[in-house]
C-alpha cells in the first residue's frame, strides 16, 4: 500500500498529464500542431509565471491570494503609461508595482506574523480598488501604441516573446528553488519553520523574499497579458486567475501545508489544466463541464495528497 | 450519544489480554514478528527494549492504533479485532501515546472529557464538568487546576490530563508509552505512585519505557522485546536492570558513562553570561569553558529550557549579555549566535529540530550551506560527501541520503541533529535533553559525542532530567529554580541529594 502511495504521490499528475495529451492528439486532429501548441503555452504564459512564484511561496508555507489583483494593477499601470510614456518605463514601472506590492503582503505577512491567507486576501481587495482608481473603471486601450505589443508579441525563433520570458522566468526559479541555498531555506521554512530558526535560517527573510518575487511575477504577467491584447482592464484576472494559479500548482502536488513540492510539478498542473480546456474547446464539448471537471480533478489531487500521507509511514 | 458503555466488571485475577503470533511489518521491515504474550488483570506489564524493538508498535496493537498483519488479540478469552482506537476504547483500553494531544483552546477539564462532556440539551454542563473533574482529580491523586488552558501546559500536566482522560472513559487497561520520558524526577515519582493506584484498583496498565530502573521499581512483569521478536516475559522480581539490558542488547553493557576527560587548567571561557533576563528566566549567570560540559539541572518547568533559548537567541531577552568565545553576542534571532558559534540542539526533536519529510541529507546539512556552496548554488558533491562523513562520525548508516529523515529511529533522528551541528563546527553546544526518547545503544553513542566533542575544545551546556546522566557527564552541575540559577556543584559536592535538594530548594514540601 505504501508504496503504490508513494509511488503515486511521486508521480503526482504526471501520468494524467501524458494520457489526456495522448488523448487528445489521437481524437482532435489539430491538436497535435506546432501552432496549437505554441498557442497554448503562448496562453498559459503568464499564469506559468505567476504559478512559477507562487510555488516559492506555497513551499516556503506561504499563500498568496493577491496576485490576481497584481495582475490587473501591474498590467492597468503599464497600459496606461504606454499611452504617454515609452514602453521600457510602463513595463518597469508595471512590474515595480507588483514587487512593491509583493513587498507589503511580505511585510504584513513576516513583521507582523498575520495570517498569509487573510493578509494576502485583504490586500487583494486594496490592489484591486486601486487597479480601478488607475483606470476610472475604464479599458485602456493601446492599439495606437503598438510599441508596447513588442514586450510579447514579437518573435524569436518562430516563438513569441512572451513564450521565451514565461521559460526564463519558469526555469531561474526552478533553479531556485532546487539547487541554490535559498531554496534549500524555502523547503525548510515551510517544513519546519522553528527547525530552520534554530539552524540559523532567517525565516522571514526567506518567507519575505518569496512574497515579493510572487508580486513581480504577477505584474510581469499582467504587463505580459496587457502587451499582448494592447488593452486592460481593473477587472482582468481577479479571483480566476488567483485560482487557477493556485489550481495548477497544487494539482501538480506541491503542498498547500509547505515543505513539498517542485517546479516541474506546477508546469505540469497548469498544464494539464489548460489541456483540459482546450480540449473542451477542440473537441466542441460544452465549456460549462469543463469547471465541474476542473473542481473535481483539484478535489482528487488534494484527495491523493492527503490519502497518501496518512498511508506513509 | 456520545456516553460509553461501561465495560462489564471481570475477576481480578487471571489474563486480562492475551496476544497471540502478532505480526506487523512497516514497508518491508518487520516490525513484530511472531510475539505472544499474556497480560494478568490489574497487573502492571513492562514493554522493554530499544528503539525499533518493536514495543511501541506492541502497545499500538493493543490500543486498535495499529492493526496486526497476522495474529490474534484475545481479550477476557475472547477473540476482538479493533480497527480503530475508538473500538479499543469502547472495550476499555486507552493508549497514553508519548507524544500527548491537548487541545490548547480548552481548559484542562475540557480536555478531560473530551467527547464525553456532561451536556444538557446538547450544550456542554459547565458546573457539572467541573464537579466531575474534581472528582476525578482528587480521585487520581493529582494536583492540577481544571480551569488552566491547555496551551502552555507544562508535559508532567498534559501526562495527567492524559491519564484523566483515560480514567474518564472507563479504562481498564491503559498504555502509556514513554510516560516519564519528559518528566522531572519528583514528577516521575508522583505519576509511579499514580500507576500503583491504577494497577491497585484493578486497572491494567502496560508500561513503554527505555528507564529500566523504573520498570524494575514499579512493574509486576516484564516483556523483553529485541528486534520484533519476543526474548521473554518473566515476573520483574526476577530481573535485574543487567539482565534487561544484557537480553534487549543481545550483549552486556559496561559502564555507562565515557570517562570524563580533565577540563585543561587554563581553558578559555566559551560561553559567557551575565544578569540574563528572559521570560521564565531572571539574573542568570553561568560561564562554559572549552572542552568543559557543564550540567544545567533543575526541576521541568524551572527555567532550563528558557535559558537555553535565551542564551541562543530563540527567545527575545529583557537585559543581559551573552559572550560566545571572547566576543559579546549582537543581533537578534539565532542566525546570530549561529554565526557567533553558538549551536543548540532543541528540545524536541520533531517540533524544533527536524524537517520531518525532507530527505537526511538536507537535514544535516541545512546549517551548513554557506560552507557549501558557490555564488548561492549548493555543491551537491561536496554536500554529499560531508553529509557522509558526519553520519559516519555519529555512526548513523543510512539507506541513502535522499530519503526522508523520518524513515531514522528515534535515535538515529537525534544522531541527525547530531551531525548537523558537527558539520556546522560550532564554539558552544546547547544540547537540550539530547537522550529524551532513544534507546541505550543510541544514548551511549550520544554520551561519547558529547564527551569527544567537549574533548576537541568545544564548550557543552548539558540539560537533562535524568540526573543520572548529568552526573555522569558533566564536569560541573548548575541547578535551576524557579528561573533562577540557584546552586552550582562540583567534584565531590556532584551528588544526586545535593542535586535534588537544591532544585526543590525551600519549597519543599508546599
Known sequence: MATLATRLRRAGILYPFLILFIVLAVSSGPFFTKVNLLDILDQQASTLIIAAAGTLVLVAGGIDLSVGAVYALAGVTAAHLALFASPALAIVAGVAVGLGVGLVNGVIVTAFRINALIATLAMSFVVSGLASLVTGGNLVIDYSHPGFADLARTSFLTVNTSTWTMLAVVVALAVVLSRTTAGRYIYASGSNAEAARLSGVRVPLIKLTTFVLSGGAAALGGVIDASRVLSAQASNGETTLTFTVLAGIVVGGTSILGGEGAMWRTVVGVLFIALIGNGFDLLGLNPLYEQIALGGILLVAVGLDAWSRLRQP | MARLTVPSPASKTGTHVELVGISRSFGGVRALDEVSLTIAHGSIHALVGENGAGKSTLGKILAGVITPDRGQLLLDGEPVTFRSPREAILRGIVLIAQELSIAPALSVAENV??????????????????????????????????????????????????????????????????????????????????????????????????????????????????????????????????????????????????????????????????????????????????????????????????????????????????????????????????????????????????????????????????????????????????????????????????????????????????????????????????????????????????????????????????????????????????????????????????????AFGAERGA
Open chain 2, 113 to 502: 472529557f473530551l467527547g464525553t462532556e456532561p451536556r444538557r440539551a446538547g450544550f456542554v454542563a459547565r458546573r457539572a464538568l467541573r464537579r466531575r473533574f474534581d472528582d476525578l482529580a482528587a480521585t487520581a491523586g493529582f494536583e492540577l487546576r481544571g480551569d488552566l488552558p491547555g496551551r502552555g501546559l507544562r508535559t508532567a500536566d498534559q501526562q495527567k490530563v492524559e491519564i484523566l482522560r483515560a480514567l474518564c472513559r472507563n479504562a481498564r487497561l491503559i498504555v502509556m508509552d514513554e510516560p516519564t520520558a519528559a518528566l522531572s524526577r519528583p514528577d516521575a515519582e508522583r505519576l509511579h505512585q499514580v500507576i500503583r493506584r491504577l494497577a491497585a484498583g484493578g486497572t491494567t496498565v502496560v508500561l513503554v519505557s527505555h528507564f529500566l530502573r523504573e520498570v524494575a521499581e514499579l512493574a509486576d512483569e516484564v516483556t523483553i522485546l529485541r528486534d520484533g521478536r519476543l526474548v521473554r516475559t518473566a515476573p520483574a522480581a526476577d530481573e535485574t536492570e543487567e539482565t534487561m539490558l544484557s537480553s534487549m542488547l543481545g550483549r552486556s553493557l559496561g559502564t555507562t558513562f565515557p570517562p570524563r576527560r580533565p577540563v585543561p587548567p587554563h581553558a578559555p571561557v566559551v560561553l559567557e553570561a551575565r544578569g540574563l533576563s528572559a521570560p521564565g528566566v531572571h539574573d542568570a549567570s553561568l560561564d562554559v569553558r572549552a572542552g568543559e560540559i557543564v550540567g544545567l539541572a533543575g526541576l521541568v518547568g524551572s527555567g532550563r529550557t528558557e535559558l537555553a533559548r535565551a542564551l541562543c537567541r530563540a527567545q527575545r531577552v529583557s537585559a543581559g549579555t551573552v559572550s560566545v568565545a571572547g566576543g559579546a553576542l549582537v543581533g537578534r534571532g539565532p542566525w546570530a549566535a549561529l554565526r557567533a558559534g553558538l549551536a543548540m540542539i532543541p528540545e524536541s526533536r520533531q517540533e524544533q529540530g527536524l524537517m520531518l519529510g525532507r530527505p537526511i541529507a538536507e537535514n544535516v546539512s541545512l546549517a551548513s550551506l554557506a560552507r557549501l556552496s558557490d555564488l548561492g548554488l549548493v555543491r551537491r558533491r561536496a554536500e554529499r560527501q560531508a553529509v557522509a562523513g558526519v553520519l559516519d562520525q555519529v555512526g548513523v548508516r543510512v539507506p541513502a541520503q535522499a530519503a526522508p529523515v523520518s524513515t531514522l529511529s528515534g535515535g538515529n533522528q537525534q544522531k541527525a541533529l547530531f551531525a548537523r551541528i558537527l558539520l556546522r563546527g560550532p564554539r558552544v553546544l546547547v544540547a537540550d535533553e539530547p537522550t529524551r526518547g532513544v534507546d541505550v545503544g543510541a544514548k551511549r553513542a550520544i554520551y561519547e559525542l558529547l564527551t569527544s566533542l567537549a574533548a576537541e575544545g568545544l564548550g557543552v551546556l548539558l540539560i537533562s532530567s535524568d540526573a543520572e546522566e548529568i552526573l555522569g557527564l558533566a564536569h560541573r552541575v548548575l541547578v535551576m529554580r524557579a528561573g533562577r540559577i540557584a546552586a552550582e556543584f562540583r567534584g565531590e559536592a556532584m551528588t544526586e541529594a545535593a542535586v535534588l535538594a537544591a
